[in-house]
């Protein structure tokens, strides 16, 4: 079952504006990590916050989290073009070691 | 590249046939974790193997089994395959230094489509 919902399910923006996703959660967590997924390829990891941070950034990407609401932001800075993929966060728990994926924002940055 | 991979890219067979995916983790790391990503269903966690126990099982159908074997590499066992369980098929791997609070490295991903 999904645990993550991100939101929007879709964005599509203009090259080099700001892009914005956000997913909330159900339970309590360790960690969140965001996962970047181009066209039904393998994901990638972005980033992860652990649940004692509130913010973490590296390169053009900038994570927020707020346990005390479940969610969490991330801000793609400057897009390009090769940011377009679909974006997932994803939460590990307390219990299973398996990561819990939201649904996903589909990102298309037009050029 | 992740470091992660995994044979079979594509696989096709019929319903009621048994597969096997295969997957070899990043040098190093003892967890080994399967998912599965269908358009319905989302991406789900299956199980996780840690140095070749069974660590955490997730939403994984009894039809499905899976090992990891001593030079850590893993296998997901598919049988009595249904059209329902065409997807693609992720393996990850995480870490040495403990289960939590590690990012996992996902391979390529195996396609199955069942026919």
């Known amino acids: 079952s999904q645990q993550g919902e991100e939101d929007p399910q879709a964005l599509s923006i203009q090259e080099g504006e700001n892009a914005t996703m956000n997913c909330s959660y159900k339970?309590?967590?360790?960690?969140l990590q965001w996962y970047r997924q181009n066209s039904g390829r393998g994901l990638v990891h972005l980033i992860l916050?652990?649940?004692?941070?509130r913010e973490k950034h590296s390169g053009r990407l900038r994570v927020t989290l707020d346990t005390s609401k479940k969610s969490s932001s991330l801000l793609i800075t400057a897009s390009r073009a090769a940011d377009t993929a679909s974006y997932f966060c994803?939460?590990?728990?307390?219990?299973?070691?398996?990561?819990?994926f939201g649904k996903g924002t589909h990102l298309i940055i037009q050029p | 590249d992740s470091g992660v991979t995994q044979t079979p890219k594509h696989l096709i067979t019929a319903t009621g046939q048994r597969v096997t995916l295969r997957c070899s983790p990043r040098?190093?790391?003892?967890?080994v974790y399967w998912y599965q990503q269908s358009l319905d269903q989302g991406l789900q966690f299956l199980i996780q193997?840690?140095?070749?126990?069974?660590?955490a099982k997730g939403n994984i159908l009894e039809r499905f089994s899976a090992q990891q074997f001593p030079d850590l590499h893993s296998e997901l066992n598919l049988s009595s395959l249904e059209l329902g369980d065409s997807a693609l098929y992720f393996c990850?791997?995480?870490?040495?230094?403990?289960?939590?609070?590690?990012?996992?490295?996902f391979g390529p991903g195996t396609r199955l489509t069942v026919l």
């Open positions: 339970t309590s967590i360790n960690n």
């Open positions: 916050i652990r649940s004692n941070e």
């Open positions: 040098s190093g790391d003892l967890s």
């Open positions: 193997y840690y140095n070749g126990e069974e660590r």
């Open positions: 990850a791997s995480s870490g040495a230094q403990g289960y939590f609070n590690n990012e996992q490295f």
């Open positions: 994803a939460t590990l728990g307390g219990g299973a070691d398996g990561l819990t």
